[in-house]
Structures are given as C-alpha cells and as structure tokens.
T-cell receptor
Framework: AQSVTQLGSHVSVSEGALVLLRCNYSSSVPPYLFWYVQYPNQGLQLLLKYTSAATLVKGINGFEAEFKKSETSFHLTKPSAHMSDAAEYFC????????????FGSGTRLQVQP | SAVISQKPSRDICQRGTSLTIQCQVDSQVTMMFWYRQQPGQSLTLIATANQGSEATYESGFVIDKFPISRPNLTFSTLTVSNMSPEDSSIYLC???????????FGQGTRLTVV
C-alpha cells in the first residue's frame, strides 16, 4: 500500500521568504514521487518528480525537492516566494508495481503575503 | 507530454439527471484515469479506464453510478449518473504513456448539481 501525508493544510509566507511544504510518504517498494501545483480553476501541473536518480530534484519556477529515504520525506522548497506562487500544492506517490495511478496527499494551500 | 482536452469545462445539472464528460488526448496513451476532487479536498481515484474492457473501479465507486468507456487509446468518457448535490465536484481525466513516469491532467470539469 502507498500513502502520502502533507503536514499543514495552509502555509503562509511573505514575498521573498523561504517556502517549505512538507510531504512524507509510505510505500512498500521504492516509490516515484511527484509535486503538482493547482492554480484556481485549473487542472494540475507537474512541478517536479523523483524517479530514483538524483535525490535532489529541481523543477519549474525555482522549486526543488529532496528525497530522503531515511525520513521517508520529499519536502518541497523554494528559496524566495513570489506572489504568483500562491496556489494549492499536492504531493503524490506511485509505485512501479500494482496500482499504477497516483495517490495524492491532502494538499497544502500556499498564501504569499506582500 | 500529452495535451488533454476535457469537455464540458463546467456544467450545472438538475438532480436525478446524468452528465457525460469527455476526455480527448492528442496522442495514444497507455493509461487513462478518472479522479474526483470534492470542494476543498484532494484528488480521489474513481477508476482506471481500460481500452477494450471494463474499467477498474476503486473502493467506494461503482459502475452503475460512474460508467466509463474507453473505445480507443486517445479517448474516454465518464458518466455521472442519477446525480445528487453530493456529486458536485471537479472531475479530472489523467493519462500516462509509455515509460514516462508522471501523469498529465486535463483542466477538469466543474460539476454543480442543484
């Protein structure tokens, strides 16, 4: 079985501040991990993915995430928040066997204050 | 990547009626999925649409309520039957193809049942 836990349903940061969105996963086999972003009234856009290559993954819009097997974590970070980063962020997991669809976390809404 | 077109983008329906949502992909894909996103919630997998055979439904979802068709490798439909206000959600089509690990999403169909 696989699952994802996102700590913090709402995160608020000031423009220019560090963004840290937390994600912990549970998977019985080495996972594929993803971060998606959803802007209001839109579908999901892939930010970045971990596929067992480099543990530090860089994505679009300046975001990056680090896979830490010992902590079963895949936290999303961005050094400096921009107003346009305000959105809903979802962490997702998929294993290469069995169920091939993604399992999503509950989501974190990021607010960026001017 | 894959470009996914979902129709309609939104609809307001009377309870007791049915709505069919279409998902068209610009290329052949191996996997197609349907998700539901209830207001303020994360994404929940409804079913995997299988080409040429019956869809595989997740726990809590049944074919009579959510019949799915997938006549070929680029098209699928999801019908929400005998709708009630509890069916008001965003319904998203998602695809995966070949060796690409991530999933791509349509813009979603925002359904309101009154």
């Amino acid at each position: 079985a696989q699952s994802v836990t996102q700590l913090g349903s709402h995160v608020s940061v000031s423009e220019g501040a560090l963004v840290l969105l937390r994600c912990n996963y549970s998977s019985s086999v080495p996972p594929y991990l993803f971060w998606y972003v959803q802007y209001p009234n839109q579908g999901l856009q892939l930010l970045l993915k971990y596929t067992s290559a480099a543990t530090l993954v860089k994505g679009i819009n300046g975001f990056e995430a680090e896979f830490k097997k010992s902590e079963t974590s895949f936290h999303l970070t961005k050094p400096s928040a921009h107003m346009s980063d305000a959105a809903e962020y979802f962490c997702a997991v998929r294993s290469d066997t069995g169920r091939r669809a993604l399992t999503f976390g509950s989501g974190t809404r990021l607010q960026v204050q001017p | 990547s894959a470009v996914i077109s979902q129709k309609p983008s939104r609809d307001i329906c009377q309870r007791g009626t049915s709505l069919t949502i279409q998902c068209q992909v610009d290329s052949q894909v191996t996997m197609m999925f349907w998700y539901r996103q209830q207001p303020g919630q994360s994404l929940t997998l409804i079913a995997t649409a299988n080409q040429g055979s019956e869809a595989t439904y997740e726990s809590g979802f049944v074919i009579d309520k959510f019949p799915i068709s997938r006549p070929n490798l680029t098209f699928s439909t999801l019908t929400v039957s005998n709708m009630s206000p509890e069916d008001s959600s965003i319904y998203l089509c998602s695809v995966r193809t070949g060796q690409i690990t991530e999933a791509f999403f349509g813009q979603g169909t925002r359904l309101t049942v009154v």
